[in-house]
């Protein structure tokens, strides 16, 4: 079962109730545009949950409560670094800085600090992925009732609301007006003790918390109440300033999020996230790799070229940068430099059979036909034993023999390629042009009618079907094929709106054609013929 919706519609506390009581098991994403938290189900229990970029990650919660210190947590992290897999409580453990029963205690603190503060999101929203579990490192030790978490979220979120309107934010300073202990009748909660000698002026209720080892609302509902009574007063904002440290963990902040709006397909999201690791630092490779491929999925090639060139070396000479350069330079149409980076790429993998079938099919776009027959070969005879070669392989090795001027091996691969993929559109239409060419149009247009039967329809195959209409004089037969050519691939090329300009023409739709021919020039702005039909409409009066 996939649910999802809008927080605004329906509180996260409800969907958590819903899942709890159908034992569902599974993965609950919820996102509120500036951060991404993440809550585990076991069979209806809570088993894991995390916030992007909080403070409440396990080691924090250790070294915030003193159970463990800074350098405990850095050397378990080194070697967790060393060893992957492995969990981050469990080296602490072994490593003996810290008790089993206070690991799991913490676990537990963590994942409810979690779960309470997702409580506390009122807009974005939130996808349940059935059966879907937690990364290794992060495989449940502990098992929580969510019921108990759905009465303390809803009594926290009551009275962060309260606190809210004194302690707005956790990066507000508070100074002491006086000392409480100067008032016998008043008596302080532990809380309140814990912080009461770092109210000073000069931290923040965030730093506060983190150095009396308190959680954030513990922290603020401390402060809450020192100011309520008028023993502590708000008397700035802490301004950030960014050491070189904090400067990289902004970096790593800002990757964690990106990566978590790429991985839900959030690109618009992730494409952000990645331009501000860029403002901290503007050669971050992961940064500049993932923008580029983000820019050739959303089809803007020259972006990613741009990404890739200002990568650092490691990044855009790697065995993917070759390739996915390669891939923006085809997509530019300049076959010849694309060939020239995926030969460096050969280089790194040699006997890739992907690779080899890319070079063959650039080569053939870089009209070397001959050449790419060879590399074709290349291509198949690499392929493992019983390996059938690709669809592409044969709708480019047809080409590619025919324009070497072997037209009995283009039929030949082209009837092996149909054996195999009697439905694929690029095969179909790539034998059809062969028999077309031979003089054989009944034929071919029999076979771009069964391409452009099956779905996917391949533009190129109602183009095909629209040419031959249109020689033999089938104006209403071409327009329907053109026009749904240009329906699905709007760039076609400037002969399909050449013609259909024409067709307008002949039916007396002037200012039709005219908008025909304009894209015709707009997509090819060297075609004379449709220069020439613009200059002589244009200058002549509307009839």
Known sequence: MAIEGQLEDVGLADICQLLAMGRKTGCLTVTDRSSFGYVYFDNGRVVYANVLNRPDRLGEILVRAGVINREDLSQAME???????????????????????????????????????????????????PDEKPEEEEIAVVSINPESLLLEGARRVDEWSLIEKKVPSMDLIFSLDRDPHGDEALELTTQQERILHLIDGSRSVEEIAAEAGMVDFDAAKALFGLVQAGFAQRTGRKEPTRSEAETEEGIIQHLN??????????????????????????????????????????????????????????VASSYAGLRNRAYALELLERPDEALALLDRATELRAGDPDLLLTRAILMLKAKRARRATEVFRRYRAGLPKGTRPSALYYAYAILAAASAGDRDEALRLGREGLGSYPSHGAVLVNLGVVLESQGESSAAEALFLRAVSEPPAPPQGHKNL???????????????????????????GDDVYLKLGNLAYKDGDRDWALQLWSKALELNPHNEVVRTNLDLVTSSPDR
């Open 257 to 314: 999020l990106a990566q978590a709006y790429d991985r839900a397909g959030m690109l618009e999201d992730a494409r952000r996230e990645y331009d501000e690791v860029l403002k901290l630092e503007p050669a971050e490779g992961t940064a500049r790799r993932r923008l580029a491929l983000i820019s050739l999925r959303e089809g803007h090639p020259e972006e990613a070229l741009e990404h890739f060139s200002n990568a650092p070396e490691e």
């Open 466 to 492: 629209g040419d031959l209409a249109y020689r033999r004089g089938d104006q209403a037969g071409a327009r329907a094929h053109f026009e749904r050519a240009v329906r699905l691939d709007p760039e076609m």
């Open 79 to 129: 070697q967790q670094a060393r060893e992957p897999g492995q969990r981050l409580g469990q080296i602490l453990v072994a490593r003996g800085a810290l008790s089993e029963d206070d690991l799991l205690r913490h676990i537990t603190i963590q994942i409810e600090e979690a779960v309470y503060h997702l409580f506390t999101w009122e807009r974005g929203s939130f996808h349940f992925a």
